[in-house]
């Protein structure tokens, strides 16, 4: 069974920055790609970040471009987030997910399994 759990979470002002970390147990985290999402009160879960399973490929959503980073550290079953220059329009709950094996689509159904999430706030 895979879970993910994610942590890093926090109210910040606007231009901080901010690490989210998910961590995953189980077994061959280093043959899945994984991938950050986030879901604003109000909105629909958009995709933020995906990263391959070595590391070498790695997506990004437009709105998020130039001030997020996406990495992972295979050793520590961990993928992380580095986010700067946080505006109050990044405010949302951010999940991690594990993406299908040889589905590289950047849309939910992408995606198996999820975390809890980590609430993120932006002040102004």
């Known amino acids: 069974q895979v879970q993910l759990v994610e942590s890093g979470g926090r109210l910040v002002q606007a231009g901080d920055s901010l690490r989210l970390s998910c961590a995953a147990s189980?077994?061959?985290?280093?043959?899945?790609?994984m991938g950050w999402f986030r879901q604003g009160p109000g909105k629909e879960r958009e995709f933020v970040a995906r990263?391959?399973?070595?590391?070498?490929?790695?997506y990004y959503a437009d709105s998020i471009k130039g001030r997020f980073a996406i990495s992972r550290d295979n050793a520590k079953n961990t993928v992380y987030l580095q986010m700067n220059s946080l505006k109050p329009a990044d405010t949302a709950v951010y999940y991690c997910a594990r993406a299908i094996t040889g589905y590289i689509a950047l849309t939910r159904d992408a995606f198996d399994y999820w975390g809890q999430g980590t609430q993120v706030t932006v002040s102004s």
């Open positions: 189980g077994r061959a985290f280093s043959n899945y790609a």
């Open positions: 990263i391959s399973s070595g590391g070498a490929s790695i």
